[in-house]
């Protein structure tokens, strides 16, 4: 159809409506128009220069043009006159195929300045597709035995537009056997088919033709037909027909191939081979059903023949049918709803993430060491809820964040030094019944701080050295032990200054760093020294250093290396009293006495000659009473020693037992005590 202005009354009306439905809008740089489809060539479509604010006269100069996107040349625009009209021919079903809403989008550009509008041209639908059945011709076969109001499906027609223009009805061709079944909702849930209103009999009428004939409701409204040519068939005029129509089975995941489903029976009223079934599953059904189930076309029997996971499909929905062997033969249908039922086959899996490792051992309870991650379980209901639990006894604990994960944290002090690692074995369990757990196995290893000062055996040692003794002899080793780590365990040793006499100790002693080797640096004398009381030092390089100290005696051991000196002659120096020599004669008893073997003084006086003599000053203090204690004595002693340090005694020893043997010899009376007596002797 062509429209011009010089055509009849009725071309004009409907150019004019052509031009109202080509109502445009204008907003936010984009245009909108329609057209309707199949348009002819020309047809007016909109003032695209007008709506779009553009001269005329720039049209050219600006270099107007348009781009569609995929449609190429449907549309074009008249530079001229900045009028949008179609250019070729536009089937709305081609370009949009059924789809509600069908536009063309165009970009509009233009230069100097460089601008781009946005046009969308709306293709509204025209009745152009009549309706179409799957084939003009269809063969049906009945047999004659079929019962009124049997109703026999149809496959009903299709058409290409949308809304009311493919909104179908169906007629029928009048005849006396048959009346037509129509879908009577919007939904169509009803199919098209056809009612046995009359006893079918071969003999008087073998074939039937019908005339079935489909109406749109576009306008002008166009028709399909199809033509319909039953064939009445003697005999086999029972359809095998199952017990249900619809059968619902539970079947546990994991049955093995070979295991039966249900058994399924068919009747067929006929006789002979007219009501032998044979039993196959639905040319439409699923092909996930097809791979998992296998029936047997005599007994009818469902069997398993692939994998059944519950987590793959829960379900099954088996379309059976069962046919006989008449001729024409006939079929019956049923469902078979298979629900699978879970069982517990599936473990639980865990992932360790942002693990921090080592762990320091002073660090805070709560400290996060790791996160944990519970991957779902893929088991339903309580076969996959998922609970972790951390081996017991360690300093740490699983606290849940938000489901699926868990922080582990230390809950208790660590102590590297009782132990240095923890090998945790974290274990996910799920509630199934039995339950399936998984396991997760983490190192964490205690990094060491310095907690720890380096400790001696015991807290002080006695060394007897020899009086005499080369430079530089080894007479004692300090060793102290860390129990940190590395550098926190790493000791070193040093003097702990002082002075001794006039003289500093360093110049005594010296110690090595590394070895806690104590050395004596000059030959010691007893008569000079001879005790000689410091102590050592024992840093480690922790940060800060931790240290302690251990203090040695060291007793400097007489030799025979000074002559012995006579006392004075009784009366020589002065008269006896207060100021003569005072004799002390030990008498020794129990396990402390000694022979003398360098020399040997005897003394006259009361009694008999009396060996092992000690000449003391007048002005040397009281000794101890005749049945005093060893620590009474101890006590003398050790004033005694005093003065002689300070040189009050004006005579040396005439054969002196050493305090540190004597001492010796006191420790070894078993029975705690000793005795001993004491005289004075004027000569």
């Known amino acids: 159809m062509e429209f011009s202005w010089g055509s009849s009354q009725e071309s004009r009306r409907l150019l004019l409506s052509l031009l109202f439905l080509a109502a445009w809008r204008a907003g936010s740089g984009q245009v909108h128009y329609s057209v309707l489809e199949e348009a002819k060539h020309g047809t007016f479509v909109g003032h695209i220069a007008q709506d779009l604010g553009l001269e005329l006269a720039e049209l050219v100069p600006r270099l ?34 059924r789809s509600a809403e069908c536009n063309i989008h165009l970009e509009v550009i233009v230069d100097r300045p460089l601008q781009v509008f946005h046009v969308e041209v709306e293709v509204k639908d025209i009745n152009d597709n009549p309706p179409m059945f799957p084939g003009t011709r269809k063969n049906l076969f009945l047999a004659e035995s079929r019962p009124i109001d049997s109703r026999v499906p149809l496959e009903g027609a299709s058409d290409a537009d949308i809304r009311a ?83 619902a089975v539970k079947l546990p995941e994991n049955v093995p191939n070979g295991t039966s489903v249900m058994k399924l029976n068919a009747s067929d009223l006929d006789e002979g081979s007219n009501a032998d079934i044979i039993y196959s599953f639905s040319t ?84 996060v060491i790791a996160l ?98 080369p430079p530089g002899c080894h007479i004692f080793t300090a060793s102290a032990r860390d129990a940190d780590a590395q550098e926190n365990a790493l000791v070193s040793y040093s003097l702990v200054e002082r002075r001794v006499g006039e003289r500093a100790l360093s110049s005594y002693v010296s110690v090595h760093a590394e070895s806690g080797k104590v050395y004596a640096l000059q030959p010691l004398d007893h008569e000079e020294l001879e005790l000689l009381q410091f102590q050592v030092s024992a840093r480690d390089a922790g940060v800060p250093p931790l240290g302690s100290n251990v203090t040695l005696q060291v007793f400097v051991l007489d ?29 020794a008893v129990g396990s402390w006495s000694y022979s003398q073997q360098r020399r040997q003084r005897v003394c006259s006086g009361e009694g008999p000659p009396k060996t092992d ?38 005579y040396e020893l005439s054969d002196p037992l050493s305090y540190s043997k004597l001492i010796k010899e006191i420790r070894r009376d078993e029975t705690g005590s000793a005795n001993y007596e004491h005289k004075e002797i004027y000569y």
Not at 67 to 86: C, P, R, T, W, Y
Not at 448 to 465: I, L, M, R, S
Not at 619 to 637: D, E, V
Request: one cysteine or more; charged letters at 20%.
């Open 559 to 587: 030799e025979n290396d000074n002559a012995p000196a006579l006392l004075p002659r009784p009366g020589a120096g002065g008269g006896g009293g207060a100021g003569k020599p005072t004799l002390v004669c030990s008498s």
């Open 64 to 97: 107007f043009r348009v781009a569609s996107k995929g449609h190429g040349d449907l549309l074009e625009v008249n530079l001229q006159n900045g009028i949008l009209f179609v250019n070729s021919r536009i089937d709305r079903e081609e370009l949009c195929g």
């Open 165 to 247: 223009n493919a909104m179908l009805t169906y007629t029928l061709s009048p005849n006396e056997y048959f009346s037509l079944e129509k879908p009577s909702d919007p939904e169509r849930v009803k199919r098209l088919g056809l009612l046995l209103r009359k006893s079918l009999d071969r003999e008087e009428a073998p074939e039937i033709f019908l005339v079935l004939t489909a109406t749109d409701g576009g306008k002008p409204e166009l028709t399909g037909t199809v033509q319909l040519l039953i064939k009445v068939l003697d005999a086999n005029d029972n359809a095998p027909a199952f017990d249900r129509t619809l059968y």
């Open 613 to 650: 003599l000690m000449a003391f000053s007048p002005s040397l203090p009281q000794g101890p009473s005749s049945a005093g204690t060893i620590t009474n004595f101890l006590n003398w002693l050790i004033a005694v020693i005093k003065l002689l340090r300070e040189k009050l005694c004006c």
């Open 284 to 367: 439409d059904i699923l092909p996930n059903v097809e791979s998992k189930f296998h029936i047997d076309p005599l007994t009818g029997e469902i069997m398993v023949k692939g994998y059944i996971d519950f987590e793959e499909s829960k379900s099954y929905e088996i379309l059976v049918e069962g046919i006989d062997k008449g001729q024409p033969p006939l079929s019956g249908h049923c469902t078979v709803m298979v629900e699978v039922e879970d069982t517990n086959d599936n473990v639980p899996v865990m992932e360790f993430k942002s693990l921090s490792l080592p762990i320091r051992e002073d660090a805070p309870l709560g400290t």
């Open 372 to 469: 944990i991650s519970v991957l779902s379980d893929r088991d339903s209901g309580l076969n996959g809820q998922v609970t972790c639990t951390l081996s017991p006894h360690v300093p740490f604990k699983l606290v849940s964040t938000f489901k699926n994960y868990y922080s582990l944290v230390l809950d208790s002090a660590l102590d590297r030094e009782s132990v240095s690692d923890y090998a945790l074995v974290v274990t996910a369990r799920d509630a199934g019944s039995p339950s399936l757990s998984a396991t997760a196995s983490v190192s964490v290893e205690v990094a060491d701080v310095n907690d720890n000062a380096p400790a001696f055996a015991q807290p002080e040692y006695t060394v007897f050295v020899k009086e005499n003794n």
